[in-house]
């Protein structure tokens, strides 16, 4: 068979043409595309109608108040809520991250009993409240709760259930709130919920207070920055902050006064000498006392080294506040009450109290059930002290909203083999929850009732509750609900019978607190503030917290990870930051792998060479090193909460004097 | 056992060690294999690339085999268009090199898009702005015509050739050819200029940014230029290992040498642009951008010696050994020249890749690096094992060098 | 190349000053365009359990952050060492470098609105426009994506879930500008006269310090258009010629002087021009 010149072009074309006419290329073609796009296991979207739900988060440590949005009534993201005060449109990053989490893994399913180490077997909610009634019964007054919820009525409940069980042991987490409390009520003897205006002040002083990132009512202390700092407009207000390394709130403030770990309050005493020195006086029977401690202790020369601040910065700083015409200082460093009084003082001192833009005493909230504890009581126990000394050793432990296993300085571990029984009221499967003998799943804040009662550090009385968005997709209930419950199972009377109506009760209560508590007369808590002067002189731990790596009670959350740098955690590794002259003296340098330790108790880091950090400070972050949750936090850095040294004063525990070592691995 | 397939006239190695060399190159291409499954079946997050390089080792592998390959269009382009001659006695092997490097760098594109699955959308909805729009037309159809200059040679294959109609087709398309030289002359000749083309033009890449001078985007015929100067004395290299391994003859030092002078001659010819263009981007092109020349190097891994290697080392010093006649008749010389000047080439690819995605451009960013992975190499060696079997089996059963018989009697 | 033009050119203006970097614009945009969280194994594939891990999220070159916030310092050292955050969206350049470059116009600048839109069905996933991107604002799908059992109960309506190999970025929450033109249909609003705070992308709404402002650069009425004129405004890479539609503001010199490259000698004007007026 031959094959000529013409035979073989209609044979090239003819073939092509051929295949190009029938089907098969197109068809699979057409077909490629569309499965391209429409795999089995890439999910689809939800349709249906989109709503937005005002709610409450408290997943942050102050709790955000914002709107849940919803799609065929099922949540998918979270807003600001712009017609909330505490808002204003903004949402914190834990609270951006809260509708995830209503479907984490890492929730706890349903009610669990412990059966041997790390091992649980699941019961009813029944049963639960049976073998938890059982347990009361026999413990008596031995009982005890540690509560992380700082703003909730969920408090009273607790607490009333507590006092009807005969015992007085209420144990708060640790936080801003607890420090100031002590200070202002406890160790000043004033009265009300102290709380800034920041909003109105035109000179804002964050001593310690890492305001804009962390510290009180984060979103809406942003907001006030925000509005003082028109974008493209001279600002109306200037923002300074003081602490020990550059950090989110310092990265925005006007400026930046380094202060050693160890001198916040002598930082602000040393203020408060320059205020007086200046004509400055107070009405109080302490002041002459007040004077002389000044005088012998916290002279500008004294301050300068036991801060880092020089006398002449401190002396154009007080010339600032003296010359703003509503300053305000926020104080708070390591929950010490003796820095929560010397920023008191130093507000008394500008004549601050109760003004516009100024420091506020607001009336407390009634308690709404009768025989539960008002708000200062609840802040007067010491947990880590009692935990230190023995005092703690209750047959049973009701751990409501917090992980004390995990965030509590130093004694955290502690805690559940002091108490015979440990009870975790835990929404996700959390440090506290992996060692609890029973395990009660809290509902998610969507899927529960709660409220916000006064955020600590708000200027005006404020309340915002919020019922359930959505049904909890779990077996799952509000822990003051359960607790409740608890007491009508035993056949105690706390006046309720339905959370719901507990926060109506509230909503009124708040509605009759308005205003600011008209008369003080304070004391100035000298004795908590002699002791101010002392250094250890070595190394200082400045330990930071950031939401978006979490709080003492929440872990990182689903989408958090990629908003954390990688000049803060690398694999699994966090790095702790240190200025290059620290980083030389201590013959390290970027990237040397270090074991930081205090207390007994050690934690791995790479080292970050930072000069926003002042020499002879190593700024580690809070919130990492979790051992339990999920792989968004599990086994990722170490846990500085650890490294935190307790010290004793006399307004109550604090960890102001954070002494470390770093030694190259 | 296989000998009634072999070429007329020639001797190849026993069928044993035949079949040792095939299981080297299966291992190879196993390794290979295993690696591209894991590639479809997990997704290329499996490599060692990222966002910052999405460019890496694969797109720089490409580059250099596709630069390399050209040896193919333009010896035909010199065979049948210029009607040189000699070439004539290298002709087969330039195809069969330029075929296995561009049948290779599809494969490897296949793996490197991230839905191969579409890889055809580039014809349905060509973006006639782009660069690698051209590109994807031009290798497709290159590649195409690769294969038909292919097929000859494999239907001259003496057993199959004792078929009439395969005699006949393999006749008709030997008629032809000087067509397809042609067609793949003008297909190569605008791929490659789009391969440089598509460097040139990122307007937010200032170590390839291209402008304002004389012709935009100028990478275009320095790609054209780079890739006829290194092609013919790739194909040299090739052809002389395989005289090294099988112990014969082949081809002509006199053929190999005129390939050396074409490759030197058009070397020069690049390099004079080359240097002018360095010289345009470091004083012109780069300061508009804000940025300095020694901005554009960092540390060992993007440091100026590869500059320099490949501009002085790789190419100044190979041109001068291959257009002087006496270095390029010493066959050591020549051979090392043609070293030489392919490392250039490849060097030239890779900064143009890797260097150009590594370099920060907001001030504010920082150099990256990155190191291909396992897969990255076993992918890459797979396709190196692929052009070894071709070539083992073309030139254990095709008539792939005419004069191998005269020069091994 | 020629600038195509549009009556509204949606445009963000970000006061670098206000961003404390506290990191919720990211995680808003995460949930809001269906960015699954970065997990290492997927329990459903046991090939890929067996033969290799997915991304930790600390390999900040395999994130999907289409808002990326970078942290900038001065270089300083203690005490004068200062800090900035800048969060970088899609800069939705009036000039892109991604657009032409794409092979099979998967992305492309021709909507009103100035939006540079992705279509992911067509993309082939080349990343040619990621190596053309000089802000690193495209990001490529290395993995399939995958949430937490259950998780994905969660996804947000606004954004269709992208396969493995097809390159995404930001698109101003393009979603949410087609139903505040729906919305206004119906409140008998024109859609072109989007009024301010209409239509605002989910991390200008998260962001607590107000620091991302949002709005049509054409439109006089909208605060962005005044802004964008500040003397403390500038762009990111204005030397490149790339138009880009997002500006930044800061009073710091430092910053500003960030936001471009001088290396080559000279100094962009508005840099200049503010610290003349201001230092």
């Known amino acids: 068979m031959g094959l000529n010149r013409r035979a073989f072009i209609q044979f090239s074309v003819g073939g092509t043409l051929g295949l190009l006419v029938t089907p098969v290329i197109w068809k699979t073609l057409d077909d490629v595309s569309i499965w391209t796009q429409n795999w089995g296991w890439i999910p689809t979207l939800k349709k249906g109608v989109e709503e937005r739900v005002p709610a409450v988060s408290k997943l942050c440590p102050s709790g955000c108040a914002l709107r849940v949005e919803t799609v065929g009534g099922e949540p998918y993201s979270t807003t600001g809520d712009e017609d909330n005060p505490l808002s204003k449109g903004g949402l914190c990053p834990i609270c951006a991250d809260a509708v995830p989490l209503l479907y984490s893994p890492t929730r706890v399913q349903g009610p669990m009993v412990r059966t041997g180490e790390g091992q649980y077997q699941p019961v009813s909610w029944d049963e639960a409240k049976k073998l938890l009634a059982e347990k009361l019964g026999a413990a008596g007054s031995s009982v005890a709760v540690i509560s992380g919820d700082d703003t909730g009525s969920g408090n009273e409940v607790f607490s009333a259930l507590l006092a009807e069980l005969g015992s007085d042991d209420y144990y708060m987490m640790p936080s801003p709130q607890m420090a100031a409390t002590r200070a202002w009520n406890g160790l000043m003897g004033g009265e009300g919920q102290i709380g800034y205006d920041i909003a109105g002040s035109d000179f804002v002083l964050f001593a310690g207070a890492d305001a804009l990132s962390s510290w009180g009512p984060t979103v809406s202390n942003m907001n006030a920055f925000a509005e003082s700092h028109p974008a493209g407009e001279k600002a109306k207000s200037t923002y300074v902050y003081a602490g020990p390394a550059r950090n989110h709130t310092s990265s925005v403030c006007d400026s930046w006064v380094p202060v050693h770990p160890e001198g916040m309050s002598a930082f602000l005493l040393g ?316 013959g390290l340098k970027a990237g040397s792998k270090v074991r930081l330790s205090a207390n007994g108790v050690e934690c791995q880091a790479l080292v970050h060479v930072d000069e926003g950090v002042m020499p002879g400070v190593v700024a580690a972050p809070l919130g990492f090193g979790h051992t339990a949750w999920d792989e968004f936090s599990m086994g990722k850095g170490g846990n500085v909460y650890k490294l935190l040294t307790v010290s004793a004063g006399s307004g109550g525990s604090a960890w102001t004097g954070s002494a470390v070592t770093i030694a190259k691995m | 056992m296989d000998s009634k397939l072999f070429p007329e006239g020639a001797t190849r190695c026993s069928f044993g060690q035949y079949l040792l060399w095939l299981g080297f190159i299966s291992a190879m291409l196993l390794w290979g294999v295993y690696a591209s499954f894991l590639i479809f079946y997990n997704g290329i997050g499996v490599t060692a690339m ?51 490097c561009y049948s290779g760098a599809m494969l490897i594109l296949t793996m490197d898009i991230g839905q191969p699955g579409r890889a055809w ?54 008629v032809h050819m000087a067509l397809f030289a042609g067609i793949g002359t003008f297909l190569s000749t605008f791929h490659q200029g789009s391969l440089g083309g598509m460097y040139g033009v990122l307007i937010g890449r200032p170590y390839a940014y291209r402008d304002g001078f004389f012709i935009w985007p100028w990478t275009f ?137 590594a370099l920060p451009v907001m001030p504010f960013d920082k150099w990256y690096t990155y190191a291909p992975n396992w897969s990255e190499y076993a992918t890459s060696l797979m396709i190196v094992a692929y052009g070894l079997l071709v070539l083992t089996l073309s030139y254990r059963y095709l008539p792939v060098f005419p004069q191998e018989r005269e020069l091994n009697s | ?77 203690f005490p004068e060492h200062d800090v900035a955050y800048l969060p970088r969206p899609c800069m939705q350049c009036g000039h892109p470098a991604c657009v032409p470059v794409c092979p099979v116009v998967a992305t492309d600048k ?170």
């Open chain 1, 271 to 586: 203020l408060a000498y320059n205020l007086i020195t200046e004509g400055r006086y107070l009405e109080s029977g302490d002041f002459a006392a007040l004077r002389s401690l000044l005088a012998s202790k916290y002279s500008p020369a004294q301050v300068e080294k036991l801060t880092g601040v020089s006398k002449k910065s401190l002396a154009e700083l007080a010339g600032k506040l003296l010359r703003a015409s509503a300053p305000v200082v926020v104080a708070d460093y390591g929950c010490s009450p003796a820095v929560a009084a010397a920023g008191i003082i130093v507000n008394l001192l500008l004549g601050r109290m109760n003004t516009w833009g100024g420091m506020v005493a607001l009336p407390e909230v009634e308690p709404v059930l009768g025989s539960a504890l008002d708000r200062p009581t609840r802040f007067a126990k010491d947990l880590p002290a009692d935990v230190a000394s023995g005092a703690f050793a209750p047959k049973v432990c009701l751990i409501y909203d917090a992980n004390p296993v995990y965030g509590l300085p130093q004694y955290g571990e502690k805690i559940a083999e002091k108490a015979e029984f440990t009870v975790a009221f835990s929404t996700f499967k959390d440090e506290t929850a992996a060692v609890a003998d029973l395990v009660l799943p809290a509902a998610h804040p969507f899927e529960r009732y709660d409220d916000l009662v006064n955020p600590f550090g708000v200027a005006n009385t404020t309340y915002v509750a919020s019922s359930p968005v959505v049904k909890p997709s779990l077996d799952v209930m509000g822990a003051p609900q359960f607790a409740l419950d608890l007491a009508a199972e035993m056949g105690l009377d706390l006046g309720f019978e339905n959370f719901e109506e507990v926060l109506e009760a509230k909503a009124e209560a708040a509605e009759a607190a308005v205003g600011t508590v008209g008369s003080y007369s304070v004391g100035l808590g000298l004795p908590a503030l002699s002791d101010a002067d002392k250094t250890s002189g070595q190394l200082a731990l400045y330990a930071y917290s950031q939401l978006h790596i979490g709080s003492a009670s929440m872990a990182t959350t689903p989408h958090n990870p990629t908003t954390i740098r990688d000049t803060e955690l690398q694999g699994k590794q966090m790095f702790v930051r240190i200025n290059s002259e620290t980083a030389k003296a201590n």
């Open chain 2, 50 to 100: 990222d966002n910052y390089f999405g460019f890496a080792l694969w797109i720089t592998f490409d580059l250099a085999v596709i630069a390399l390959g050209a040896g193919a269009f333009f010896s035909g382009f010199l065979k049948y268009i210029l009607k040189i001659k000699q070439l004539e006695k290298i002709i087969n092997l330039t195809v069969i090199v330029g075929f296995i």
């Open chain 2, 121 to 174: 959308f580039g014809y349905w909805h060509p973006n006639v702005h782009s660069m690698l729009t051209e590109v994807i037309f031009c290798i497709t159809c290159y590649c195409t015509v690769l294969i038909i200059e292919f097929v000859p040679l494999i239907l001259e294959q003496k057993q199959l050739n004792r078929n009439k109609f395969i005699h006949a087709l393999a006749h008709n398309m030997h």
């Open chain 2, 221 to 357: 015929f320095l790609f054209v230029l780079s890739a006829v100067a290194s092609g013919p004395v790739f194909t040299v290299l090739i052809c002389t290992i395989m005289e090294k391994v099988t112990g014969k003859k082949l081809v002509e030092y006199k053929v190999k040498a005129l390939m050396g002078k074409i490759a030197g001659s058009m070397l020069c010819l690049y390099l004079f642009f080359k240097y002018l263009d360095t010289w345009a981007w470091a004083t012109d092109v780069l300061p508009r951008m804000g940025f300095t020349f020694d901005q554009m190097f960092y540390g060992l891994i993007y440091g100026k010696w590869l500059f320099w290697s490949e501009l002085i080392v790789c190419g100044l010093v190979p041109a001068i050994m291959l257009i002087v006649p006496a270095f390029r008749n010493r066959p050591w010389m020549l051979y090392t020249a043609a070293l030489l000047n392919c490392t250039g080439i490849v060097i030239n690819r890779y900064v143009f890749t890797v260097q150009t995605l």
């Open chain 3, 1 to 77: 190349m020629q600038v195509k033009e549009f009556k509204i050119k949606w445009g963000m203006v970000i006061d670098i000053d206000k961003c404390s970097g506290c990191g919720a614009c990211m995680v808003s945009c995460q949930v809001e365009n269906n960015i699954a969280p970065m997990t290492q194994e997927d329990p459903h594939n046991h090939l890929q359990m067996m033969t290799t891990k997915r991304d930790d999220p600390s390999n900040k070159l395999r994130t999907l952050t289409w808002l990326n916030v970078y942290e900038l310092n001065n270089g300083k050292a």
């Open chain 3, 110 to 279: 021709n909507e009103e609105g100035g939006i540079v839109s992705q279509i992911y069905p067509r993309c082939i996933g080349c990343r040619y426009c990621m190596a053309a991107c000089p802000y690193h604002a495209r990001y490529f799908n290395w993995w399939d994506p995958l949430w937490p059992d259950g998780m994905d109960k969660t996804l947000s309506p606004n954004a269709s879930v992208r396969p493995r190999g097809v390159v995404e970025k930001c698109n101003f929450c393009h979603t949410r500008y087609m139903k505040a033109k729906d919305r206004a249909r119906e409140e008998g609003i024109d859609p072109m006269e989007l009024p301010e705070g209409y239509y605002v992308p989910a991390c200008v709404e998260a962001c607590p310090t107000g620091a991302i402002v949002f709005g049509d650069l054409n439109n006089p009425e909208h605060k962005v258009a005044q802004l964008a004129k500040s003397p403390h405004s500038f762009r990111l890479l204005e030397k490149l010629g790339l138009d880009p539609q997002v500006y930044y503001m800061s009073k710091r010199e430092w910053v500003r002087e960030q936001g471009d490259n001088h290396a080559a000698g000279d100094h962009n004007s508005a840099v200049k021009q503010a610290s003349q007026g201001h230092e």
